[in-house]
């Protein structure tokens, strides 16, 4: 299995454009997160699916973000428009997720890195 | 609501010797336990978990943690680290049942030595 693919790897944009985030988790996986990681604010749980059905955004920044799952196999994350202060590491995590069972292993895809200008 | 302290921000030790990374968490209801680690440029990835059972965990590469309850800890361990052990190690917790959003501590750096 190629594991969690995450695009792109790197992003550099400049304040007020709009960054997508794209993220295609492990097939089988129910379960599906969006983290977002700063030197300042460590590991933060954006917002979490269950069989693609947004479960918990409560750590959804502001108005600002959004996240989508058209289907089991693709999920964005868009930001529009951006700031600097967005400028983080972004991680997406798969899981088997079984009715929502929190103990499941997650598998975390490589990261983009993005850098708001 | 659950948190996590890992105490150590950076560990360095020197190659074969011992190392134990401190994780104590704090939750009013009964909990599963992680050990993630992050090598440089990549995705966690996971050393263990204690779900229930066994208080000793073993994982992948070496490592092992012991949960106690009564101290509220899950320190992780290892014997004899090799340079390939320089990563960053985060503790996770998160409640038992169901659903709930798993809290990651803020990580510990362990710096191999030669």
């Known amino acids: 299995d190629a594991g969690v693919i995450q695009s792109p790897r790197h992003e550099v944009t400049e304040m007020g454009q709009e960054v997508t985030l794209r993220c295609k988790p492990i097939?089988?996986?129910?379960?599906l997160f969006w983290y977002r990681q700063t030197m300042m604010r460590g590991l933060e749980l954006l917002i979490y699916?269950?069989?693609?059905?947004?479960?918990?955004d409560s750590g959804m920044p502001e108005d600002r973000f959004s996240a989508k799952m058209p289907n089991a196999s693709f999920s964005t994350l868009k930001i529009q428009p951006s700031e600097p202060r967005d400028s983080a590491v972004y991680f997406c995590?798969?899981?088997?997720?079984?009715?929502?069972?929190?103990?499941?292993?997650?598998?975390f895809g490589p990261g983009t890195r993005l850098l708001v200008l | 609501a659950q948190s996590v302290t890992q105490l150590d921000s950076q560990v360095p030790v020197f190659e074969e010797a011992p190392v134990e990374l401190r994780c104590n968490y704090s939750?009013?209801?009964?909990?599963?336990l992680f050990w993630y680690v992050q090598y440089p440029n990549q995705g966690l990835q996971l050393l263990l978990k204690?779900?229930?059972?066994?208080?000793l965990v073993k994982g992948i590469n070496g490592f092992e943690a012991e949960f106690n309850k009564s101290q509220t800890s899950f320190h992780l361990r290892k014997p004899s680290v090799h340079i390939s052990d320089t990563a960053e190690y985060f503790c996770?917790?998160?409640?038992?049942?169901?659903?709930?959003?798993?809290?990651f501590g803020t990580g510990t750096k362990l710096q191999v030595i030669p």
């Open positions: 995590a798969s899981s088997i997720g079984l009715a929502g069972r929190s103990q499941e292993t997650q598998y």
């Open positions: 097939s089988g996986h129910n379960s």
């Open positions: 699916f269950n069989n693609n059905v947004p479960i918990d």
């Open positions: 939750s009013s209801v009964s909990v599963y």
């Open positions: 204690y779900l229930s059972g066994s208080t």
């Open positions: 996770a917790v998160t409640p038992s049942g169901g659903y709930q959003k798993v809290t």
